[in-house]
């Protein structure tokens, strides 16, 4: 069954069936990914939104199984990725996937790539981060006026 759910959640993204992924997702899924905006997903409003997100930009995404193993609750799959997006840039490299399960959904999944995002895809990454930061009203930052007791 592990095996059947790794194999249907590699052709759901691979055609890019956003509610096909979202119905092999625990509801308290957590997705590690260093290709999203967000790096960590935690529960399916947030994998949906990454899903959108990278949906968005991706035209085409050719997915090569090159290694399959299951242990237990455990899988690992070794992938070589093309992504072809829609603005006409292609990315190849390889990625590991680390998928857990539970209560036969998928509980976790962490990504494991070749390469430091840095560049453009790196510059990018943090853009967007920000922007969804913005979004979501900037929660984690506090600003406090200025006193005359800080002034220098």
Same mark, same amino acid.
């Given at each position: 069954?592990? *095996?059947?759910?790794?194999? =249907?959640?590699?052709? +759901? ?7 096909? &992924? ?14 999203? %905006?967000?790096?960590?997903? &935690?529960? *399916? =409003? ?7 997100? +990278?949906? @968005?930009?991706?035209? =085409? ?43 036969? *959904? ?10 430091? %995002?840095?560049?453009? =895809? ?19 930052? @506090? &600003? *406090? ?6 002034? %220098?």
């Amino acid at each position: 069954m592990e *095996k059947d759910l790794a194999l =249907r959640f590699i052709e +759901s993204y691979r055609n890019q069936d956003r509610d096909g &992924i979202l119905d092999l997702l625990a509801e308290d899924v957590v997705v590690s990914d260093p290709h999203f %905006p967000v790096t960590t997903m &935690i529960g *399916k =409003r947030d994998v949906k939104r990454g899903l959108n997100w +990278s949906f @968005s930009a991706i035209k =085409r995404s050719d997915l090569e199984i090159v290694n399959l193993s299951v242990n237990g609750s455990r899988a690992h799959v070794e992938i070589d990725t093309t992504h072809i997006l829609k603005v006409g840039l292609q990315y190849h490299y390889l990625q590991l996937l680390k998928i857990e399960f539970a209560n036969e *959904k998928i509980s976790s999944i962490t990504t494991f790539v070749t390469y430091s %995002p840095g560049g453009l =895809r790196g510059f990018l990454r943090r853009g967007f981060a920000l922007a969804w930061q913005v979004s979501d009203g900037l929660k984690n930052i @506090s &600003i *406090k006026p200025m006193t005359l007791s800080d002034a %220098p």
